[in-house]
Structure formats: C-alpha cells, structure tokens
T-cell receptor
Framework: NAGVTQTPKFQVLKTGQSMTLQCAQDMNHEYMSWYRQDPGMGLRLIHYSVGAGITDQGEVPNGYNVSRSTTEDFPLRLLSAAPSQTSVYFC???????????FGDGTRLSIL | GQSLEQPSEVTAVEGAIVQINCTYQTSGFYGLSWYQQHDGGAPTFLSYNALDGLEETGRFSSFLSRSDSYGYLLLQELQMKDSASYFCAVLNTGGFKTIFGAGTRLFVKA
C-alpha cells in the first residue's frame, strides 16, 4: 500500500516556467489537499478537493491551479513560477474531511 | 478570518510531561487536530477532538474546550524521539477546510 505518492521529490525551475506537481493516493480517499511549508512555518493550504470534480481555494491559491478528474489524482500546477513560490509542497488525503490526513513525502521546489 | 496561536518553542527534560497550547479564532469550527513533524519529514496525525474533553492515545493526550476556543496537546514520559514540531489544525465546516498553526518546536533534553 503506497499511501500518498508525490513526484518529483526535488525540482529546480527558472522564473516564468510552468510545471505540475503530481499527487496520487491509493486509499480511495475523497478528500485531498495541497499545502506549502516555508522554513520555520506551518502548512498553508493552497487548494483542496472534497471529491472528484470538486475543488476549492485555500489560504494561498494565487499562482496555482488544480483539477480532480479522478479520485486518485490531484495535480498542482504552477502557471508561471516565481521565486516566492520556493517552498516544500505537501499533498495530503483523508477518507472524509473530518478524518486524519495522510501526507506525502513532499516536493522540494526551488525557483531561481 | 481565521487564526491559530501556539508557542513557537518549548523545551523539556526526558521523562517529563509537557503541554502545548493552541488558541484559535475561526468561524464554523468543526474540530481540532494535532500533527507531529520531524525535521525533513512529513506531518503525521496524532489526535483529533471534535467535542469538549480529553482524548488519550498512549503517551499523548489532547484536550478541547470549544467555549474557550482552546486546546492543548499533552505529552507524557517524554523521549528524545519526541523532539519535533507539533502543529494544531482547525477543521472548519462548509467544505472541511483545514488550517494549520505555525507550529511549536519541542526540544527534549537528556
């Protein structure tokens, strides 16, 4: 049972480039979310989804897009990377919104 | 708006008991969770309170008072491996948006 899988684990981008961070879970969880974590800070919610076809904005959605075409996958797209988006990105999933969230190992993203 | 406050750092001795407090301001409160994160790792779930009172899971307990918008995590019989960051997180109704606090860094000394 793989749990929550994030790819890539590390990525370096140039300002203005776009990319997609992948997140997949094999636990048949309805709820998925994306967070970013900056040094010494907590996790800030970017976008979340309560089921396939349903997404909503979190605390810091600007510059990011998401889609949820299947229960398993929840990719995060950076439209035009900026140095301020340098961070560690975590994807999480839970069976329902009020259940414990399971986190992936994170993607460490640097934007030059 | 929403906000959570927890101490930035706590230091305790191995074998001791430590309490990490969390106060929150939010609309549509549903529940309070606690997560642990070791350096370089991913957050892992510790406990969840939706109702007032104490929840106990082994050496860890969590308490919630909805009327005071306050909760705490209690760690007993501290071990060196408990040195980590601990985050409280509020779950809101209307979509179950989860908002995390900035975290408390716990240092356990021998």
């Amino acid at each position: 049972n793989a749990g929550v899988t994030q790819t890539p684990k590390f990525q370096v981008l140039k300002t203005g480039q776009s990319m997609t961070l992948q997140c997949a879970q094999d636990m048949n969880h309805e709820y998925m979310s994306w967070y970013r974590q900056d040094p010494g800070m907590g996790l800030r919610l970017i976008h979340y989804s309560v089921g396939a076809g349903i997404t909503d904005q979190g605390e810091v959605p600007n510059g990011y897009n998401v889609s949820r075409s299947t229960t398993e996958d929840f990719p995060l797209r950076l439209l035009s990377a900026a140095p301020s988006q340098t961070s560690v990105y975590f994807c999480a999933s839970s069976y329902k919104g009020d259940q414990p969230q399971h986190f992936g190992d994170g993607t460490r993203l640097s934007i030059l | 708006g929403q906000s959570l406050e927890q101490p930035s750092e706590v230091t305790a001795v191995e074998g001791a008991i430590v309490q990490i407090n969390c106060t929150y301001q939010t609309s549509g409160f549903y529940g309070l969770s606690w997560y642990q994160q070791h350096d370089g790792g991913a957050p892992t779930f510790l406990s969840y309170n939706a109702l007032d009172g104490l929840e106990e899971t082994g050496r860890f307990s969590s308490f919630l008072s909805r009327s005071d918008s306050y909760g705490y995590l209690l760690l007993q019989e501290l071990q060196m491996k408990d040195s980590a960051s601990y985050f409280c997180a509020v779950l809101n109704t209307g979509g179950f948006k989860t908002i995390f606090g900035a975290g408390t860094r716990l240092f356990v000394k021998a």
